[in-house]
């Protein structure tokens, strides 16, 4: 048989809509999420949490709880004073950290913050201490308004840093000339994004487990970085990282929430070690809308200058981003908001870039780290601005985007604010967008449905942005932890079988089934034989988990080295037992076989020669069949879609129906079309809520007024429409495997794709769509005002 | 009535997944961690506690209920079904198929609560696929991470699967 022959009857698993392996896990109820951990003697802690905003703490009086039944103690500051403070650096001028007691010691910054532990048998009689237990405030006023904040330097929140801004910064390219010039028109506005909650669905549940014998702690956590928090740990507690062991079992969704250091977790785990007992706490979901971090609340006033066909000419951008009370730990409160500035300029030539961020402390919840991060509010202001613009001078939304979208053959293309873009499509994604049937069913659907009960409208938006991040770059402006890399093992046992293991850890992207189809076709085994671990720091000893769009890019690229380099060894062995050259040897799912003979072996056999057989193979053969690499992306991948969104207002209830959603959308190659279109279709999903429905809201008092999902509206079934997925893939040749990250995209693109719509289905009048979500009161207020004028 | 002392444990009868089962409980042990804690069967999934987010949702005398809105002592001489009880029915197994086949999981939390109201709608035997009517089932419960889109595909594919085959029989 002729070699090229073969080479094509090799089967491809990458590309394929190969079902999932942990499906069946899911499907029988039988998967392990932290809270469903129990283990002999477990105590349970309840938290006492200020219901102040900005308070100094008198006393907190706690004597009749402890004479319940079923109650161990209670823990104030006091008790866990040999605890280091939780700060998050950065290396950014200008930065002022924040330090954040484990457990509140003198002053409490936020409503839910820590002030006492109950360490009790169960979670019932917990609770009841906690009716028992009375904290005396000294109130102060509260800071909730982000401009005031930053202007007013008398009330502060943290009276160490002098001022409620821990971060300022500028950022300036090109010049100012073109304000001189006659043609030069320009829309403007001041938007706004309200503060959001991720709300997985699973709460934040952790559990610590001490060995008396070895002294070794593991923490069961619903985490999405295991690496960073076993690191984090080791230096709050003092302990050495090989005797504390995170493991993220089944996580039931992360979205950014669960990728963070948590107070809960280093309670849980300095506890366990203390009281010598596994201990746990499992959050409820009022305790997850007070404490895990929050998203956006920036303010962005905007400037797009063009000419008169519509050229594109600077941006001027100023954002104010409420980081809520403290700085967030890796990632610092700057994450969020100074992205925003970072990827205004979005993926359209704009010689001229001036842009100002500043980062202000409030006593709200901490923000962090949320799907999109930066981008969502970016692309929701620059793409308002984009049409607006279109508006002004009667052009075709299509046509204004296509007229200034960076062009492939300039690409790399270094943007105002620094980000460089790399190998995309951003037209192609627009053109196949307008080219679609979906366009013109849409078209369609618009102008036949024109009725006197609803406005109806269409909106799209265009967007890049920075995936699979490698170390050249920080995932957070400044962070000091590279994030740049990911190492993966692959080894094979005695038994022939092989076992991947990973530092990345899955919430539902499904990396244990794309992860094993990028091996697969590495080594040439089948992807349902492969056992993926992850999310273990005892098994994996260095990464830092998964967040970013980044654990198919550098985990599936570690995937692809270290698969290539255990193939090598592979086919030495099997060149010997085969009695050829390495060169004439194929291997077909687990079938090693030589091409100029009818020989072949099986991965047992190999494995038995290698590892048992004493005889068949030299001394010098018997290398253990193991590969470890690491794998550095150095920069960043550019993933680049365009959405186009159909929705229709009611015009007695103002509520905006979502009809039709489309995405096209390059994310480099495609692992797996079915999970790729999964992952759009819940980002598409979750920027549908940003867009209409969710809004966390704090009254003026600092107590958050949205703390149940009744208030708190996040979309089901019935506010979600179809969502249509086209694919083009541009590569990126320097990247190992030429993945690009892609679960973020589809958060990225909606909440703008809708605020354009709305925008186009109330075109008649005289109003702005420059908030967000785009509720029924917001839209009864704006109607009225548009409407008086 | 007589007064229930909330120190006092009282004794319940009732099947899980077809076994009959007597427990001694407080009184004030909600439905869904009893389900969890005491009897050990963790595929009940608990979310938000208040009702919404439908993870916690069980099958209680042959209807879908909330078991974090239940009291565990209500269950008394009553029938309950869980996610592990419908892992036994191989009816079901062209719907888990179908959720497979149509990636109508994520990170899987939601997943016993929608199999539970889906076996549930399907056993009504609906006379025809309607997606809005889907939709309509479905928004009791919430996922976070497909978009319902998997879901909603799945729940179609099964019900006009089982239409065909009945029309053909």
New interface residues.
Partial sequence: MNKDKKILMRPKYIGKPI??F??S?????????T??I?IDKMLQLVFVRSDESHAKIKYIEYKEALKLEGIIDVLTFKDFSELNQITSPSRMSNYFATYQDVVAKNKVRYVGEIIAVIVAKNR?VGEDALELIEVDYESLDPVIDPEEAASNNKILLHENIGSNVILERSFSHGTKDYIKSKNIKSVSGKFKLSRKSP?????RCYLSDYDIGSGNITLYSSTQIPGVIRDALSKILGIAGNKINVKAL??????GGKGSLYPEEIIVTYLSKKLKKPIKWTS??LEDFLTTSQAFEEIIEAKLFFDDDGKFISLEGDVIGNIGAYSIFPWTGALEPVQVIGFLPGPYDIKNFHGNVKCVVTSKSPTGPYRGVGRPAAVFVLERLVDMAAKSISMDPFTIRMKNLIDTKNLPYRIGSGIIWNDAGFKECLEKSKNSNFFKEIIDIKNKKKCNRTWIGYGISTYAELTGIGSKISVAPGMPINTGSETATIEIDGTGSVSGIFAIAS????LETTLAQIIADEIGIKPEDIKITHGDTSKAKHGTGTYASRSAVIGGGAAIKTARVLRKKILKVAAYLLETDPNNIEIIDGIISSLNTNKSINFSELANSVYSDMETLPVELRDSLYAKESYDPIFGATTTATHIALVEIDKQTLKVKVLKYLVSEDCGKVINP??V??QV??????GIGVALLEKINYDNQGQLTTA???DYK?P???E?P??DVVHTEHFLPENLGQFKGMGEG?TIGAPAAIANAVADALSDYNININELPVNQEYLFQLLKNGEIR | MPLIKSSEKISVTFTLNGIKLSKNI?P??LLSDFL??SIG??????????G??G?CTIIFNGKPIRSCLMLASQVNGHELT???GI?KDKNLDDL?AA???H?A????????GF?ITISSYLNENPEYAD?KE???I???????????????DAVLEVIKKRNEHKKNA
């Fill in positions: 079902e999932r942990e499906d896990k899911y499907l029988s109820g039988n998967a392990k999420y809270s469903d129990n019932y709300i997985a669905i699973e709460n089944d996580v039931g969704g992360g979205f409820d979901r919430h539902g992207q499904g079915m999970i279109d999964g279709h819940g980002g598409v999903a979750q149940n999902l009744v996040i089901t079934a019935s979600i179809k969502i589809g | 407080y004030r042990t969890r804690y069967e963790t595929g009940t999934h608990v979310g938000c506690e208040h919404i987010c993870a869980t996610v592990e892992v888990r959720f497979k086949k990636h999981l994520q990170c899987g939390f939601c997943t016993s199999l997606e889907i939709r309509k479905l928004s009791g419960n919430v996922c976070r991470c497909t978009g319902y889109v998997g879901i909603v």
